[in-house]
C-alpha cells in the first residue's frame, strides 16, 4: 500500500464510449501526474499537476483530458480512444514536482480499448 | 537527454546480493541517478537515488563510479519478493523553469530464483 489508489483496476470501453480514471492520494503531496505504461515501451509521463495546476502537457492527444480538483485527487477523462491507446495508466504523486523528488505510485488501471 | 543501458534481465540465488549494473555515459554533472522497481501487477517503486556518492538505505546500496558514467544497484540479500523489473533513471531538465522528469527505459528483469 503506497497511499495512492486508483480506480477502476480494469476498464474495457468501446471507442465510443465516455469513461474516467481517478486516483487519490493520502500522503499530502501537492503533485501529481498520469503516465502512460504499454507493452514493451517504457513509461511515457502524459500530465503534471503541481498544486493543482497543470505545468506539464507531454503531446497528449485532447481524447485524453485531466482534472486536478483539488490536491489529493487526479482524474482522466478518456473519450473517443483507439485501440492502440489500451494500456495501464499510472497516478503518482510526490511532495513537489522539482528536483529531489521520489514518487509514489499507484497500481494503475488496466485499460483495453475495443 | 542523457540515456541509461541496462541489461534486459539477470537471474539471481535467494540469499545471494544482486548486482544490477547501469550504463549512463552522457549524464551531466547535475543530473542524479534514480532507481526504481516494478513488481508485476504493481505500479513502480521508489528504491534510492544519487548524484556522486554512494548510498544506502533499508532497501538497496547505490555504487555511483568517479566519473558518474556508470552505476550498480545491490540488493544485498535477495528475496523471492525481489523479483520485478528494476528500472535505473537519470532525472533530466524539461524546461526553462528547471522543472525536471525522469526518463525511463525498459529496466531490467531480476528473477530471483529458491
Known amino acids: 500500500e503506497t497511499g495512492v489508489t486508483q480506480t477502476p483496476r480494469h476498464l474495457v470501453m468501446g471507442m465510443t464510449n465516455k469513461k474516467s480514471l481517478k486516483c487519490e492520494q493520502h500522503?499530502?503531496?501537492?503533485?501529481m501526474y498520469w503516465y502512460k505504461q504499454s507493452a514493451k515501451k517504457p513509461l511515457e509521463l502524459m500530465f503534471v499537476?503541481?498544486?493543482?495546476?497543470?505545468?506539464e502537457n507531454n503531446s497528449v492527444p485532447s481524447r485524453f483530458s485531466p482534472e486536478c480538483p483539488n490536491s489529493s485527487h487526479l482524474f482522466l477523462h478518456l473519450h473517443t480512444l483507439q485501440p492502440e491507446d489500451s494500456a495501464l495508466y499510472l497516478c503518482?504523486?510526490?511532495?513537489?514536482?522539482?528536483?529531489?523528488?521520489?514518487?509514489?505510485f499507484g497500481p494503475g488501471t488496466r485499460l483495453t480499448v475495443t | 537527454d542523457a540515456k541509461t543501458t541496462q541489461p534486459p534481465s539477470m537471474d539471481c540465488a535467494e540469499g545471494r546480493a544482486a548486482n544490477l549494473p547501469c550504463n549512463h555515459s552522457?549524464?551531466?554533472?547535475?543530473?542524479?541517478v534514480y532507481w526504481y522497481r516494478q513488481i508485476h501487477s504493481q505500479g513502480p517503486q521508489y528504491i534510492i537515488h544519487?548524484?556522486?556518492?554512494?548510498e544506502t538505505n533499508e532497501m538497496a546500496s547505490l555504487i555511483i563510479t568517479e566519473d558518474r558514467k556508470s552505476s550498480t544497484l545491490i540488493l544485498p540479500h535477495a528475496t523471492l519478493r525481489d523479483t520485478a523489473v528494476y528500472y535505473c533513471?537519470?532525472?533530466?531538465?524539461?524546461?526553462?523553469?528547471?522543472?525536471?522528469?525522469?526518463?525511463w527505459g525498459l529496466g531490467t528483469s531480476l528473477a530471483v530464483n529458491p
Open positions: 499537476y503541481s498544486l493543482e495546476e497543470r505545468v
Open positions: 533513471i537519470v532525472r533530466v531538465a524539461w524546461d526553462a523553469g528547471n522543472n525536471r522528469k525522469l526518463i
Open positions: 503518482a504523486s510526490s511532495q513537489g514536482a522539482r528536483p529531489h523528488y521520489e514518487q509514489y
Open positions: 500522503l499530502g503531496h501537492n503533485a
Open positions: 552522457t549524464i551531466s554533472g547535475n543530473e542524479y
Open positions: 544519487g548524484l556522486k556518492n554512494n
